[in-house]
């Protein structure tokens, strides 16, 4: 499998206060761990650390591209409720590029299996994320298949969180395998995500990228494998942003 993985799409500065690191941090970094393009994803508004909203539309301010690297302007929403509502107004929205969305306790409490799995499905349903983070996390256990077949028929991406393995969410490998292999066999497309918490961590990727290697998960369904991938997907959520890069 040629896995290139040239983008990181979730990362968090120290606006997110248990993160830190700042945007030139991960600039700076990027060259070295083979990061072509990534996202700055802090935790949506509702998250008890997170930044303010005009964090979020002020990112507009941000280049597209520094020190020949690229910039994606996103969030890691929180999914609030059992509807599949998310922490994002309308003009936070506007001014993104990518949005991820997960469970954070602080936010939506662990409910028993069937309630986190409806609320799983309606964000995937709901037309409003790109990205379900860290779907893996045993805290939240969920129906795997239902989600990974719905995933595949919504084209929202799954993701594989390397730094659950490394954290906080260290008995997460077994659900995350089935995951990328349920996958594989749905078509589902996924992600391979950093989780990082400062720069160091900026496409650290390595027991994931093992992990859907042994799986044998394709590389051209990875959303984030390449910068063309990545920009190929987001257009088809209408998001067609290629051309304001410079690479």
């Excluded at 994931?208 to 990875?222: C, H, L, N, Q």
Aim: net charge negative; glycine share 6%; with cysteine.
């Amino acid at each position: 499998m040629d896995y290139k993985l040239e983008v990181d799409l979730h990362t968090h500065t120290l606006a997110s206060d248990h993160a830190y690191s700042t945007i030139h941090d991960y600039v700076r970094e990027a060259p070295k761990r083979g990061i072509r393009l990534f996202a700055n994803t802090d935790h949506g508004p509702d998250m008890e650390d997170a930044p303010h909203k005009w964090h979020f539309v002020n990112s507009l301010t941000f280049p597209r591209m520094a020190d020949g690297v690229g910039i994606l302007r996103g969030i890691e929403s929180n999914i609030k409720d059992l509807d599949g509502n998310i922490d994002i107004e309308e003009s936070i929205r506007s001014s993104l590029d990518i949005i991820l969305t997960g469970f954070h306790p602080p936010v939506f409490a662990p409910r028993d299996i069937d309630a986190n799995t409806e609320a799983m499905a309606n964000a995937i349903k709901s037309g409003k994320v790109h990205v379900v983070t860290h779907p893996g996390n045993t805290n939240f256990p969920i129906h795997i298949e239902h989600i990974v077949k719905l995933a595949a028929q919504e084209n929202v991406a799954l993701e594989i969180n390397n730094s659950s393995f490394l954290f906080s969410r260290k008995k997460s490998y077994a659900n995350c395998q089935r995951i990328a292999q349920l996958a594989k066999q749905y078509d589902a497309p996924i992600t391979v995500g950093s989780d990082a918490h400062n720069a160091w961590d900026l496409g650290r990727f390595d027991i994931a990228k093992a992990m859907i290697t042994e799986v044998g998960y394709p590389a051209d369904r990875v959303v984030n494998n390449t910068v063309d991938s990545l920009f190929a997907y987001l257009a088809t959520k209408g998001i067609d942003i290629a051309d304001e890069f410079e690479f």
